[in-house]
């Protein structure tokens, strides 16, 4: 099994701030997904990053891809009380088909 | 509308008394998979499905078993639950593999006393 480390694990800000989560591993991944959960509720994809370098904007939200394809990371810019939650980065092994999620970051923005 | 449905939301019983949690989802994908979800351990996926009658262990399958006779359909049956096995599960679904884009139900409250 694949693992991927998040951190920080917790992070609590001021709305306005900055914020940066990490996804780690030392495996190469053929993608890397990247959900947001909110309490009572199953995690919602916000985007899947597949090529090594690959950085994608979700509005104030930014994902890149490792170059090597084993990390990613999720940013932030001038975080909202509408971003608190959690967190999660997955990805599936090269040739597995098998799906492991990291254990999450869980975000308060405070107003 | 498009989604993944898990039944029951809640449920509390006792040690080993047979329970089923039902998934079924619309949307014709191949793949699907259970996942529980429990403080400080993450999310981590208990058996996954590539298609109808082709199953695959995960992460933690012990005490669990399931079944894919039909696409739609991924039950998961916990033959004699144990405490240990009281958790928040999730039933997922995509259209051919883990690299595609999950759907999540809403999850399901287990509680084994």
């Known amino acids: 099994t694949q693992l991927l480390e998040q951190s920080p694990q917790f992070l609590s800000i001021q709305e306005g701030e900055n914020l940066t989560v990490y996804c780690n591993s030392s495996?190469?991944?053929?993608?890397l997904q990247w959900y947001r959960q909110e309490p009572g509720e199953g995690p919602v994809l916000l985007v899947t990053?597949?090529?090594?370098?690959e950085v994608k904007k979700l509005k104030r939200l930014t994902f890149q891809f490792g170059d090597a394809r084993k990390d990613s990371s999720l940013h932030i810019t001038a975080a909202q009380p509408g971003d608190t939650g959690l967190y999660l980065c997955?990805?599936?092994?090269?040739?597995?088909?098998?799906?492991?999620f990291g254990k999450g970051t869980k975000l308060s923005v405070i107003p | 509308e498009a989604q993944v449905t898990q039944n029951p939301r809640y449920l509390i019983t006792v040690t080993g008394k047979k329970l089923t949690v039902t998934c079924s989802q619309n949307?014709?994908?191949?793949?699907m998979s259970w996942y529980r979800q429990d403080p400080g351990l993450g999310l981590r996926q208990i058996y996954y499905?590539?298609?109808?009658?082709?199953?695959d262990k995960g992460d933690v399958p012990e005490g669990y078993k399931v079944s894919r006779k039909e696409k739609r359909n991924f039950p998961l049956i916990l033959e004699s639950p144990s405490p240990n096995q009281t958790s928040l599960y999730f039933c997922?679904?995509?259209?051919?593999?883990?690299?595609?884009?999950?759907?999540f139900g809403d999850g399901t409250r287990l509680s084994i006393l």
């Open positions: 997955a990805g599936c092994g090269a040739g597995s088909y098998q799906l492991t």
């Open positions: 495996s190469v991944f053929s993608s």
């Open positions: 997922a679904s995509s259209r051919w593999t883990g690299n595609d884009p999950q759907h």
């Open positions: 949307m014709n994908h191949e793949y």
């Open positions: 499905s590539m298609n109808v009658e082709v199953t």
């Open positions: 990053v597949v090529t090594g370098g």
